[in-house]
Every structure is written in C-alpha cells, then in structure tokens.
C-alpha cells in the first residue's frame, strides 16, 4: 500500500475550489429544480435546507477530517482508521459502497451533462431564438429520444473526465474552476433577474418557500390523508448528493488536503456556496415554469425545457445562453472528477496501476453502465423496462442518492463519534469552538435523523 505517492493540494484556496467544484454540479441547476417540482415546492426545500445545515454539514466536517487524518484512498483509510482506533476493518465497507455508488452515479450524470454538451451548439448557433413551450419541449425531445445522439454526448463528456483524471488532481480542473465558479454565479443571477422581469416571479418564490407541509407530504383520498416520507427521503438524499457525500468523494479530497487549514470554515463555505446556487437556480427557473405554464413536475427535462425559453427571447440571449451551457457543463465536469477519484485512488494504491489505466478502467465501466441511461430515454422508456415503476435511469439515481450515500454517511458518522475516540475528532479537526455542537450532531442528531428518515421511507415508523 504506497501512501506517499498521496498528493498534496497547495492551498487552503485550491481544497476549497476543488470540493466546491464537486459540490456544485447538476445536482444544483439540474435535479434541485426538478425534484423540487416533482415533491411538490416549498415544503421539500425547507426539508432540503434542514438537512443540509443539521446532518449535511457535521457530516462533511467529519468525512472530510478522515480522509486527511487517512491521507489515502477511502477503502484504505477506512480501514486504516479502524485499525487505529482499535475497531473492526469491515469499516472499509464505506469504501466500498462509495466505489458502487461513484459508478451508478457518474452512468447517468455523464448522461445529462451530456445534455448540457448538446445544448452548447444549439445556443451557438442560434436555435434556441425564438423558442416558446411548444418548439422548446420538441428540441428537448428530438434530443432525448435519439439514443446515438445521447451516446455520443455521453461519450464525449466521459472522454473529458477521463482525461483530467488522468492528468492527476493538481494539473486537473483547479484553476478552471478558480474562474467558472463566480461565472457561474454571475449568470445565475442575470437568470433570476430575467426570470424577475419577464417571469411570473412571485409565484415562483411563492413555489419555492411557501412551505405547505399538507401538499407536499400528504396524499388525500376523499375525506383520508396520509402522510408519505417518500419527500422526506428524497430530501436527505439530495442533501448528500449535492454536497458530495458519503461516498469518499469528499474524504478523498480531504486526504489531499493541507493539515493546517481548518475544516470547519472550509465546510461552511463550500455548503453555502452550494446552496445558494441551487437556490439561484430555483428562483431563475420556477417563474419561467410558471408563466410559460409549464408544469413543475415536469421531470428530468424541466431545466432543459425552461431555460432555453429565457434564453430565446432575451436580448443578448445567444450569447448568454452559449456561456449558460458550457459553465454548466464545467460544472459537471468539475464533480464528475470527484465521483470517479476514490475508485482511481483505490486502484493506484492498492495495484500500483499508473493512473491512466485506472481512469480507462473506472470511466470505461461507467460509461457502459450509462448506455442503459441514454436507453432509458427512448428504448427502454416502456413500462416492460421499469422496475418498482422507475426507469432503469431513475433506479440507479435512487439506489445511489436515497440509499447508498445516506447510508455511507450514516456509517461515516457512527465510526467517527460512536467508534474512534472523542480524541481523535478533537485533535483531527482542532476546532476552536463549536466542538461540542458539532460533537452532538455528529454522535445523535445526524445519526438518528439518517436512520428515522430510512426507517420511515420502508414504513417502520
Ligand atoms: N455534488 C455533485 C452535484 O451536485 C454531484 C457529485 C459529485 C456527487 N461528486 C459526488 C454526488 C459524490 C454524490 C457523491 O452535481
């Protein structure tokens, strides 16, 4: 096992670009919209922001504090830790679940950043202008049920993770990110101010944080409602998966992380930045829904059908919505490094590979696990293809994001407050206050409100 091939970042500034650059993704403008939509609003987004600030955030702190008090690929620093602390080495199953489920997830997120590709030349070349509901939906759908386009698309952004992956994390998307991230940003915020002028703007917001618990967690026959914790799941979920836990991506990245900057101030950060994006998003999207009338549960294709439409009818619109899709498509770029990393790490340490021919070897099972994806579009749309009345695209988005990573962050914070010592949280992320709040979310509150959620999502409770 070589640990002292683990590089090193050079700075504070370059661990929180990185994990930003995994955090923020498609998970913001992409599934955060139309998952909101789909659950029905405001209450759901209050869930989404509780479990980001109450399990999301202790979570990290502590994922990342293992991989920089590891220094090594998640299975090895499981294992490692376990070792250390005097507890059973089957902790390395957070290693392993997390090389699973960095595969399920980069087979469809390849997919849809595939979308964002396509969508590049379309805004180029001016066919968004002039879009209205009815031509935006028929792109939209001219794109999704080609499966040779969709493969194609799939290919090439899978090409370009593997490419930087390869190149090793420091050469890779580091300095790109230093600027995509305000761009970003900054287009967002054009977004929501079209959105404001053009858009039925209050009833967006009025979408998004009105919470009415009632529509969102009750279905009503006739006189008889009852409660569904299916919202409640998909909200935790969501949480890991925009933030990129549970997986080892984050630990991962905190193994490359200086010993001297603080986890605690880089998780705020990196949580808030993260979150405000996907509100952004949000409040850029639901008003456009809303005056187009569209529907917000609309699916997968809300973002792709609404945005364009904005895009068609502002003035500098094809430039603007060019710049859209391709800072988007960094976006996902910049996460889909982080989902293929653990496995690379595993694969280098553990076989001495060279890196290239891990990347090949991770990102070419990835890319055909995705072809059921880009079939889950067109071939595989039927009933026949459907497991538990979900696609074969849907079922691996909720294995991976309702199952596997709350699990692992279950698990990630059992080890950390109920197996290893109090010492070595205290010593590992060497806080200067608030270690007792963060000792209390991490040893119950982040513990018991996984477990609560999954126990009611399989009707338990
Ligand atoms: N967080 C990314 C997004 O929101 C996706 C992602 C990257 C991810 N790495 C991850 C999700 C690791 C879960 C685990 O788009």
Known sequence: MATTTTPKLTSRIAFILLATGSAV???????????TGEYGGGAFVLVYLACIALIGVPVMMAEIMLGREGR????????HLAKSQGATNRWQIVGWMGVIAGFLILSFYSVIAGWAFAYIPEAVSGNLNGLDKTTSGALFSELTTSPWTLLFWHSLFMLLTATVVARGVRNGLEKLVRILMPALAGLLILLVGYAMASGKFMQGLDYLFNVNFQAVFYTCQAETCNF????????LGHAFFTLSLGMGAIMIYGAYMPQQTSIASATLIIALADTVIALLAGMAIFPLVFANDLTPGAGPGLVFVTL???FGNMPGGQFFGSLFFILLLIAAWSSAISLVEPAVAWLTERWQWCRLRATLLVTGLAWVLGIGSVLSFNQWSGAEYQWFGKTFF?????LASNILLPLGGLLIALFTAWSAQRRFSEQGLALTRGFALWWFLI?????????LIFLHAIGLV
């Open 443 to 451: 040893r119950y509150l982040a513990p018991l409100g996984i477990a």
């Open 228 to 235: 569904t914790p299916e919202p409640l799941l998909a909200a």
């Open 394 to 398: 849907d079922l691996k988005d909720y």
């Open 25 to 35: 993704g498609l998970g913001n403008i992409w599934k955060f919209p139309y998952i």
């Open 308 to 310: 364009p439409i904005a």
């Open 72 to 79: 090594q690929s998640p299975i090895h620093t499981m294992r």
